[in-house]
């Protein structure tokens, strides 16, 4: 199963403009710029409501020891990137209001969160950046900075770090326990697809868990502390007014196979068909029949349709699920998240209706593999359902 969260709100911050708000903007954005003597960089913010996710962990509707959660984001425009770069993801430290600014603003909107503020400029409440002093952590007790020598750390909760170039700010964030998320990329595309596991599981696990107040990403330092003139990647944000907006992830394999007494098809000789009603609304759970024959079935005699014996697909097989107007990839095939089950009756997946964006229209893709993956069929035969609120 694959079940969809989309971000409950998103920002990015600029250090060269340490109090612009751009809390709905459509775009999201990081870049390096570097003017011979001073270097500015951006951030992204972004932050997922995460309480249908606990209720469906706390339900055991989600497995919370075997799931993985990815963050994907669409980009919209890529200049002057490096052939090699790798974006990072913490969990943020402190909570920030979204604002109503878009970067172009004129004038500059600054009523949200920005690289200085994570409140807004009227408010005057700053990102509280660690002191320049490696022992100084964060005192929940007092909160303060402390000297962790004088604590000998019985206060302490957690690291808390941050970093800058030129313009004091640009975020806090929690950087202990393998909370760092990366995604590496290698001459291909910058969408992103980080497996942001570590950092969603503590916000929904009891054990060691914090506040969820979002993430940020960030270019490595590298690229933030670089002599190189400008970089840029832009990303779809929340307010892009299309179906790319920022989404997380959550991925577990809930497949059950179990052929009972069915045969499975032939390779060259297959024939299905998935079973889709026209629309479905967004508080449906779907169990999506698949119906399964051979295409050219051998003569005997019987009283009924040689059409009406199901059979099954291998076991090896997957399904997608597309825009239909765009074509957009929004459930990937997956070999965890979206395999097809099967019991007495022939094969089926599962699908969550709120994990799908209201009033559009949706198509069906499956994936067979047999020879272990040497041959690979797939099936796009106009498979369409709706998703209505």
């Known amino acids: 199963m694959i079940y969809t969260l989309y971000a409950q709100k998103d920002a990015t911050i600029y ?14 954005e990081l870049t390096h710029e570097y003017n011979g003597t001073s270097k500015y960089n951006s951030r992204v913010l972004l932050k997922f409501d995460t309480a249908p996710l ?11 020891s075997t799931a993985k959660y990815y963050l994907a984001l669409r980009s919209t425009e890529v200049r002057e990137i490096p052939q090699e770069y790798t974006v990072y ?57 402390v000297d962790a020598n004088i604590l000998f750390g019985v206060n302490l909760t957690a690291n808390i770090t941050s970093s800058y170039f030129t313009t004091e700010g640009g975020g806090t964030w929690w950087n202990f ?44 330092n590298d690229i933030e502390s670089s002599t190189e003139t400008y970089s840029s990647l832009k990303f779809f944000g929340t307010d892009s007014n299309t179906i790319y907006v920022p989404r997380l992830h959550i991925v577990w394999d809930d497949s059950s196979f179990t052929t ?8 060259e000789n297959l024939l299905l068909n998935v ?21 050219y079935p051998q003569k005997q005699y019987t009283t009924q349709s040689y059409y009406t014996k199901n059979y099954y697909i291998p076991t090896s097989s997957y399904y997608e699920i597309r825009d239909a107007h765009t074509d957009e990839i929004i459930l990937p095939f997956n070999s965890t998240g979206s395999k097809i089950s099967c019991d007495s009756d022939g094969n089926y997946f599962n699908l969550w209706m709120d994990s799908f964006q209201p009033e559009r229209f949706y198509r069906v893709v499956v994936k067979t593999e047999t020879d272990g ?3 690979v069929q797939i099936f796009d035969n106009n498979y369409y359902f709706k998703v209505t609120r």
Do not use: H
């Open 15 to 28: 250090e060269k403009s340490e109090t612009k708000n751009t809390g709905l903007d459509s775009v999201l």
């Open 54 to 64: 606990q209720e469906k962990i706390n339900s055991g509707k989600i497995p919370l």
């Open 89 to 145: 993801a913490y969990p943020l430290s402190s909570s920030w209001t979204n604002g109503t600014g878009r970067y172009y603003n004129t004038p500059v909107t600054t009523d949200g969160v920005s690289w200085k503020y994570r409140t807004s400029k009227s408010t005057g409440i700053e990102w509280e950046i660690p002191p320049a002093i490696i022992d100084y952590e964060w005192d929940s007790i007092s909160q303060t900075w």
């Open 177 to 220: 326990d393998n909370l760092e998320c990366t995604q590496s990329f290698t001459y291909e595309s910058s969408d992103i697809y980080m497996d942001v596991t570590q950092i969603v599981k503590k916000w929904v696990t009891g054990s060691g868990r914090f506040n969820n107040d979002g993430m940020i990403l960030k270019f490595s």
């Open 260 to 267: 009972g007494s069915l045969t499975q098809v032939s390779d």
């Open 275 to 295: 079973k889709l009603k026209k629309s479905y609304t967004q508080n449906e759970k779907a169990k999506i029949r698949i119906n399964t024959n051979t295409r």
């Open 373 to 375: 993956g040497d041959t």
